[in-house]
């Protein structure tokens, strides 16, 4: 299928063309206005919202009740005594949806909405659970904590980076509770992990890898079975597409959303966080990258603009870098290992252990170690329960924001140098993007012009 309007140049516009454009824009737009940062240390005006008590139970709605949103519905609904929540309305826009949540969770048509502005309007609702398309993240997101509500975001943070740096403005403003949705963050063994680092057992750090990949018989990632009674009038097409290109009523990109660059970044947003996020955990001080580098390439599924494999090469300040992989169809990964100048950790992969291993030359210094814990590995309940608890402490939660735009700025990044044939390197104080002889790469947007792969 063709690239969706504003996604694809025209086919003789070459990359040099495309980054020489890119450099005219950045003289004109420069990132400062991209990236607006507010002045922190001066009192800001709290958001509205409940003060909520240790023992007060918790409001929570959702935006978007696809297949996300359901499953947070689900979840949340079997564990709701045990957090003290009340489900008390639903947000999609698509009606079938809308009933299916709406019945789920036993509201009236009065609590169902299709606009979420309409629903963060309520006083009652202290939480909303943000399930949307990627496009519709950041919107959501800030509407609602400005709202005084708190936040439980799915993956990816948002669809781009300058909307990213608006979300985390918006936390630090507001102050409320925002938890970026992986789960993997919760496991024990990434915890032990950054205290073994921070207690200076591995020496420096020096690289860390890990992957996510799968694999099935049809080839069929991301390709969903569209749902026949679906039609113009039973869906508000016009809000779903957002701020994407406009393009006319297409159930299959509703359906099948993951397989094309107007609503995500493929592999990069929807795969590689899992993996991304507990790995900066276990460093123990999570940092914004010094230099990103990605390929992609799309040679066996070509029903789909994203690619089929990536591979992602982040380099920190500190010396340290991750690779990361992703493909869809080879199931064979990387172990997830961190490797430092004294000693090297291995974690097991679908279970809460993390071994230390010492380098030869370090034995007489350090000894072998190992860490179990008999929970599960990346239940999706202990996340939504460390979010509600937080809410009600006041606490930093494990994947929170500060995490979340760290490992954005990453993925983000790494979308453009594999779109865009790329080494960039980032400046955290300015948040500019540049290459290695100092031009400014302006971030992708939803007005982003970029030429197909090659």
């Known amino acids: ?55 007060d139970r918790i409001n929570v709605a ?22 003290n929540i009340a489900q008390v309305a ?24 299709k606009d979420h502005r309409k629903l963060l309007e309520r006083k009652d609702i202290d939480a909303i659970v943000a399930a949307p398309t990627d496009p ?31 979300v985390y403005d918006a936390v630090k403003k507001t102050g409320k509770t925002y938890v970026i949705g992986s789960q993997g963050c919760m496991d024990a063994k ?56 406009k393009i006319p009523f297409n159930p299959e990109h509703y359906f099948s959303w993951h397989k094309y660059y107007a609503y995500n970044s493929g592999i990069i947003g929807n795969l590689l966080p899992h993996r991304f996020q507990p790995l900066m955990l276990a460093t123990g001080d999570p940092e914004f990258p010094r230099r990103v580098a990605a390929t992609g390439t799309r040679k066996v599924s070509t029903d789909r603009e994203i690619t089929d494999t990536t591979h992602l090469l982040a380099e920190f300040p500190s010396g340290l870098t991750l690779a990361v992989v992703g493909t869809t169809v080879n199931e064979q990964g990387l ?10 950790l291995h974690f097991a992969s679908s279970q809460n252990r993390v071994e230390l291993k010492p380098e030869a030359i370090f034995t007489d210094e350090l000894e072998a170690e190992e860490f179990t814990d008999p ?25 929170n924001v500060e995490l979340a735009i760290r490992a954005q700025t990453v993925l983000c990044l790494a979308e453009m140098s594999e779109r865009l044939g790329l080494t960039l390197f980032f400046d955290p ?13 302006p971030p992708l947007s939803y007005d982003s012009v970029v030429p197909p792969m090659g």
């Open 1 to 55: 299928m063709n690239s969706t309007p504003n996604q694809t140049a025209n086919p003789g516009e070459s990359r040099r063309t495309f980054i020489k454009k890119a450099a005219t824009a950045a003289a004109v737009v420069s990132t400062a206005n991209l990236f607006k940062t507010p002045v922190y240390g001066q009192s800001q005006a709290p958001a509205p919202g409940r003060v909520l008590g240790a023992n």
């Open 62 to 83: 959702y935006i978007g009740t696809g297949k996300q949103g359901m499953m947070h519905i689900t979840i949340e609904k079997k564990y709701a005594q045990d957090n």
């Open 90 to 113: 639903v947000c999609d826009v698509y009606q079938r949806h809308l009933d299916m949540a709406r019945n789920a969770i036993g509201v009236s048509e009065s609590s169902a909405y």
């Open 136 to 166: 519709w993240h950041a919107q959501v997101s800030i509407d609602a904590l400005e709202a005084g509500k708190h936040v439980f975001c799915e993956k990816p943070m948002t669809r781009y980076l300058a909307e990213a740096f608006e």
């Open 190 to 245: 990434w915890h032990k992990a950054a205290e073994w680092v921070k207690a200076g057992k591995l020496g420096p750090l020096v690289w860390g890898q890990g992957s996510y990949c799968r694999n099935n018989k049809n080839n069929s990632e991301w390709t969903f079975p569209i749902d026949p009674g679906m039609n113009e009038q039973n869906i508000d097409w016009e809000r779903w597409l957002g701020k994407t290109p």
């Open 335 to 344: 172990p997830e290992v961190l490797r430092g100048r004294k000693a090297t």
């Open 375 to 399: 929970q599960p590995t990346e239940r999706i309940e202990r996340l939504e329960k460390d979010f509600f608890d937080c809410i009600r402490s006041g606490k930093q939660p494990v994947a």
């Open 429 to 441: 104080k300015t948040r500019a993007i540049k290459t290695g002889d100092g031009r400014v790469v």
